[in-house]
């Protein structure tokens, strides 16, 4: 049924898309109020110093984004390449080809949950005559998960799943590659994590991009999409290192928080409010509180 729902709304014309999608963000906000106390709470340890009336306007923008994003990523299912050519405008994309010495080596992509992240992969596609792969974490939806698999890989990307990031990416270090990994998700109670401030919160992020990136030497950058209007996109490439084993992995992961909280205050109805971000607090916490044990900073550099 799900499938089938998939199939249906993707041939439809983006104008009735977003005639819907106008009606169902007005429903997941006001009637269904999805994750809305997650919504108001984030943007309110976000931004203290707003007003009400600017936090209930951006969060109103926000579940019409999430919505639009949603209808977006169905209808581009069935989207030739060069859909995504006129709708997405690549600020910078020779930034990517100087990385990778014009496609000799892999470059890690460090992507955020704004705009839209996966019309980014397509536009990636239609640009860049590299190989490209993408980590991704499963949905607890089966049919969603498919779907969401089937419409990643149908311009020839390949799928990494997060559990075996690292076997994949070590076993093919030798094939140039873009890989592209959504890091601002809340890490998992098992993940390494590194802890920053981040939009006035002590925040964990996953240590596995700046973890890899020093293991093979990848040169690691940062893509911010942002949205100029319905359907149409903006994406500025951004180096972070070109040889992550002259930085620490701290300092990789600091500056990738920082870019994404400096896109985020500059367009916050793009972002991904809802994403319980801060939902392991205790895990934050006991980061925290290891990083500044020095037993345990003794383990962690066998120089010292």
Known sequence: MTKTLYKILARLPMTWLYALSTGGAW???HVFRYRRKDVEQNLAQAFPDWSPAKLKATRSNFYQNLCDTAIEIIAGSQQPLTFFEQR????????????SQQGQQSVF???????NWEWMLHRAAALYEMPMAFVYKRLHSEAADEFSLKARQRFGASAIEMRDTARNIIRQRRTPRLIYMLADQS????????VTTFLNRD???FSGAATLARATGFPVAFARCRRKQRGYFEIELVEITRDPASVEESWILERYAELTEAAIRACPDDWLWSNRRWKHQALTASAIENSSSPDTDNQSNPES
């Open 109 to 115: 992509v460090m992507l955020a949950h704004q705009g």
């Open 88 to 99: 997405l405008n690549v600020v910078n994309p020779d930034l990517l080809l100087d990385l």
């Open 187 to 194: 890490p998992g109670l098992r993940e390494r994590v590194h």
């Open 27 to 29: 429903l997941l906000q």
């Open 203 to 205: 925040t964990a992020f």
